[in-house]
C-alpha cells in the first residue's frame, strides 16, 4: 500500500444519471476527506470521516451527494441526479490523526467526471 | 473564514531562472502550511511541508519560507527545468481539520 487510490480515474455520464466514486486510503490512515476541483481553480473541501464517522460536511455538499466509510477503510462519494455543474475533478485525501498536523495530506489521482 | 491567495496566477520564464512563488492567507492560527505540485489533469503531489513553528523547508531545488505573522509563504525553485512545468498550489491547514487551497501559480518553463 504505497498511497491513496481512486476508482474509476476518468467518468463520463449523462445528466441526470447516478454516479459513485471509489477511495482507498493509506491503510493506516484514520482520516479521509474528499475534495472538489473545478477548471483553474483550487480544490474545495467536501468532506472529511474519522475512522467511518463523518464529522464534517461543507455546504457545497448538496442534498444530491453523498459519502459514506462503512468500515473505517475505503470510502464512496455518490452523486445522484447529476447536474452540468457537478462536472470536476474529485479528490480524496488521508492522513493520520496521530501524526497531524506534522505530516499533512496523501492525495489520490483524482476522478475526472464529465457531465454531457 | 480562511482565505488563502497565490500570485501570479501564471508565470512564464526561461529554462534556468530561478522561480518565485507567493501565496498569502488571511488567518494566521494554522497548524502548518502544505505546497503541492499538479501535472494536468492529475492528482496533487505533495512537496514540502512548514509547521507552524518552522520558518523554512528545503527539499533539493525546492524552498519554501513561512511568515506566521504577516501571513505570507513563498516556494523558491532553483534553475528551473521544463519539468518543472505545473501548477503549484498552496494550502493552509487550520482548525476544522481541512485544507484551504489557493487558485494555485501556473508556471510555464521554456527551453
Known amino acids: 500500500d504505497t498511497g491513496v487510490s481512486q476508482d474509476p480515474r476518468h467518468k463520463i455520464t449523462k445528466r441526470g444519471q447516478n454516479v459513485t466514486f471509489r477511495c482507498d486510503p493509506i491503510?493506516?490512515?484514520?482520516?479521509l476527506y474528499w475534495y472538489r476541483q473545478t477548471l483553474g481553480q483550487g480544490p474545495e473541501f467536501l468532506t472529511y470521516?474519522?475512522?467511518?464517522?463523518?464529522?464534517?460536511k461543507s455546504r457545497l455538499l448538496s442534498d444530491r451527494f453523498s459519502a459514506e466509510r462503512p468500515k473505517g477503510s475505503f470510502s464512496t462519494l455518490e452523486i445522484q441526479r447529476t447536474e452540468q455543474g457537478d462536472s470536476a475533478m474529485y479528490l480524496c485525501?488521508?492522513?493520520?490523526?496521530?501524526?497531524?498536523?506534522?505530516?499533512?495530506?496523501?492525495f489520490g489521482s483524482g476522478t475526472r467526471l464529465t457531465v454531457v | 473564514k480562511q482565505e488563502v491567495t497565490q500570485i501570479p496566477a501564471a508565470l512564464s520564464v526561461p529554462e534556468g531562472e530561478n522561480l518565485v512563488l507567493n501565496c498569502s492567507f488571511t488567518?494566521?492560527?494554522?497548524?502548518?502550511l502544505q505546497w503541492f505540485r499538479q501535472d494536468p489533469g492529475k492528482g496533487l503531489t505533495s512537496l514540502l511541508l512548514?509547521?507552524?513553528?518552522?520558518r523554512e523547508q528545503t527539499s533539493g531545488r525546492l524552498n519554501a519560507s513561512l511568515d506566521k505573522s504577516s501571513g505570507r509563504s513563498t516556494l523558491y525553485i532553483a534553475a528551473s527545468q521544463p519539468g518543472d512545468s505545473a501548477t503549484y498550489l498552496c494550502?493552509?491547514?487550520?482548525?476544522?481539520?481541512?485544507?484551504?487551497f489557493g487558485g494555485g501559480t501556473r508556471v510555464l518553463v521554456k527551453p
Open positions: 512548514i509547521q507552524s513553528s518552522q
Open positions: 485525501a488521508s492522513s493520520s490523526y496521530m501524526e497531524e498536523p506534522n505530516y499533512g495530506y496523501t
Open positions: 470521516f474519522q475512522n467511518e464517522a463523518q464529522l464534517e
Open positions: 491503510s493506516e490512515h484514520n482520516r
Open positions: 494550502a493552509a491547514h487550520a482548525a476544522g481539520n481541512k485544507l484551504t
Open positions: 488567518d494566521s492560527a494554522i497548524y502548518n
